[in-house]
């Protein structure tokens, strides 16, 4: 007993006492206590990865700002997850993100129903800060159901990890770095070739923009099922108990 | 001297345009011709998107005619898919198509017409709008800005919203209208056709004013052509092409839209971004046609529905029978059509079909070329896709309704600056008269060059050299 309670640890955030696990992080927590912090790349369910930096937070004593979704907690730690230096920070970030590739809501697919354009009414970016890139991709709509829209990407990796982590395939990665990032089906191929792809369409349902998307839908058009995945390991969970 | 006349910009049409008035030594017009100076691209730009984003992309050609493009847009890609929407789809895009004309028409006749009609061509350019018109006929301004009011709020009540709504899509409309919907359009046509009828009677009364201006702006030879429905009668959505000549000979027949490229060719003239669509047959320039209200009454045996059809009567008697030539007659033909537009959506909403939830056909690509032709307000618009197996687009021709008269607006400018324009000394009221001219057809020029900017037109005055010597701008 006295070991399970050394196991849980009391910090504040943003001046409120709270507590979690050891080995929870910053963003579950603050979720524990229905404190809000902007996320993209986080997904219930898969690990995290720190991509977007949506989450970032200030920890007292510390220069550096730490993405909640991968910060494990400390005790006594004080961590600020609304200063008006992080709102200009991810306001600034979303910018970019926005620049680095062709998002046009008025006829994406997903208008309506995208996190990025929920993101942006959220942290009130009406426009980019930064100038737009328009970089050119090409379409990838070879596979049968699903269409593969790289100028919608955000590099969140979702996708590569619910293939790899829920359905076990891994039939998804990332090329190249940076700037150039960009998720690919096998070593590269047009999707419709991806010898791992099992097609369930895992991937499209946790993408969060128009990027992966089902075929034949038309603007705004695109609903995902977001509770998709918890509900599959929930479900998985409640079998393996039996 | 010889010179050059510039009108840069032309005011109160949807785009940016100029006009050139050619002056010879003895300070007598030579030639006039209508230069659209922007370029947008669509065609290029949608390549390798797929077909299933194209009502969406195309409808951001126009902020005013969105609808239109949505229609051509979607019936392109049933064509890819195979398809015909279900009755109760059709029925629907039918109706908010009528709802776009109406709206339209509405705008160019009130906003951007009557001012001229009501002040009188001379009159001063600060007068000539509808922040006048609200001053001196309160009535008047109010009641189109209702009717336009009227169509749009159709649109919005179908489509969900007024500007580029996404209801209208590859096999159909996304979803059913309810009876609240339909009642709500319902119980307001009693007074968009008050209105309407209204601002026909008004419209007739001034006639006597404007003989001049009735014989010179535009009255010329021409074909005709726009789309008829099985019964030859009137029709916005589906149908067959008719092209007719100027004394009624009917030249073509039931031409399926699929194969326009055998009958419509597209000159490029190096002074404007607008290409000039010809009928075929008769080679560039001889092959002149026009398109849009006074079109598509030409060329229709009747309009089909009781009040409209009235007003047709006393429309082709205007030139006994044969097609009205006078293009200040458009803006006739748009009242008779506002009519027509009220009573089919009543029709229409009336049918049980249109309240089916059977709205939408599903299918996936099963041919690589689609043509999708409607009868946009300004006239006959085509949208011509083709595509890989995917679904991605690989070629994309667009006809524009405006465009169409691109040929005849040059036409009617010049006839109406040799009759108008001293070209020794040009007035406001002789430049507005070619500008005016242009309103006739309502043309949108943003969308037939698919262009990007603001409403504006300038003329420009240029000797015999090429030099500009005036240059009047219209802002």
Known sequence: MIREKARVKTFKINGTDVTGKSNQTILEVANDHEIKIPTLCYMKGLSCVGACRMCLVEIKGSHKLIPACTGKIKEGMEVETETESLKKHRKFILSMIFAERNHVCSVCVSNGHCELQDMSVELDMKHSSVPYIYPKFEVDASHERFVYDPNRCIVCTRCVRVCNEVEGAHALDIIDRGINSKIIHDMDEPWALSESCTSCGKCVQVCPTGTLTEKGVSSAEMVKKKSLIIDLLEARENRDRK | ?475
């Open chain 2, 1 to 475: 001297m010889s010179e050059k006349i510039v009108i840069d910009p032309v005011t109160r049409i949807e785009g940016h345009a100029k006009i050139t008035i050619n002056v010879n030594d003895s300070g007598k017009v030579d030639d006039a011709k209508l230069h659209v100076t922007q370029f947008r691209g669509f065609e290029k730009f949608c390549e390798g998107r797929q077909y299933t984003e194209m009502p969406g992309l195309t409808a951001r050609t126009c902020g005013i005619c969105p609808v239109s493009h949505l229609i051509s847009s979607s019936k392109a890609c049933d064509e890819l898919l195979a398809v015909r929407p279900p009755k109760g789809g059709r029925n629907l895009r039918r109706i908010i198509n009528l709802a776009q004309i109406l709206q339209s028409h509405a705008l160019n006749f009130f906003h951007l017409s009557a001012a001229d009609m009501l002040y009188g061509f001379d009159a001063p350019k600060g007068d000539r709008n509808i922040f006048k018109m609200m001053q001196t006929h309160p009535e008047m301004a109010k009641n189109g800005i209702k009717l336009r009011a009227f169509g749009q709020k159709i649109i919005e009540e179908l489509g969900g919203k007024r500007i580029h709504p996404s209801w209208i899509v590859p096999g159909g409309v996304s979803h059913q209208i309810s009876q609240e919907q339909k009642s709500n359009i319902l119980e307001q046509i009693p007074e968009a056709m008050d209105i309407v009828k209204g601002a026909l009677k008004w419209y007739v009364s001034q006639l006597p004013k404007y003989k001049r201006e009735i014989e010179f702006f535009g009255n010329y030879k021409s074909m005709f052509m726009g789309l008829v429905n099985k019964h030859g009668k009137l029709e916005h959505y589906g149908g067959m092409l008719r092209f007719m000549d100027w004394d009624g000979t009917i030249l073509d027949d039931g031409v399926d839209p699929k194969h326009y490229q055998q009958y419509i060719g597209e000159y490029v003239e190096d002074f404007s971004y607008l290409k000039s669509p010809y009928y075929k047959p008769r080679g560039y320039k001889n092959g002149m046609y026009r398109v849009g209200p006074l079109a598509r009454l030409n060329v229709a045996d009747s309009c089909g529905t009781p009040l409209a059809d009235e007003a047709f009567e006393d429309f082709m008697n205007i030139n006994n029978g044969k097609p009205v030539l006078n293009t200040f007659y458009y803006h006739y033909a748009r009242l008779i059509e506002i009519i027509y537009c009220i009573e089919r959506i009543e029709e229409l909403l009336n049918e049980p079909e249109t309240m089916s939830d059977n709205v939408r056909s599903y299918a996936s690509v099963n041919r690589l070329e689609g043509v999708g032709c409607s009868e946009a307000p300004r006239g006959t618009l085509f949208h011509h896709y083709k595509v890989d197996k995917t679904g991605s687009i690989t070629g994309v021709n667009m006809i524009i309704a405006s465009g169409n008269n691109n040929l005849a607006m040059n036409a009617g400018i010049k006839q109406a600056a040799c009759e108008f324009v001293d070209g020794a000394n040009p007035s406001d009221g002789d430049l507005n008269r070619v500008e005016a001219v242009i309103r006739c057809f309502d043309p949108c020029l943003s969308c037939s060059t698919h262009a990007l900017g603001v409403v504006a037109t300038k003329v420009e005055i240029k000797d015999m050299n090429g030099k500009t010597i005036k240059l009047i701008d219209r802002v």
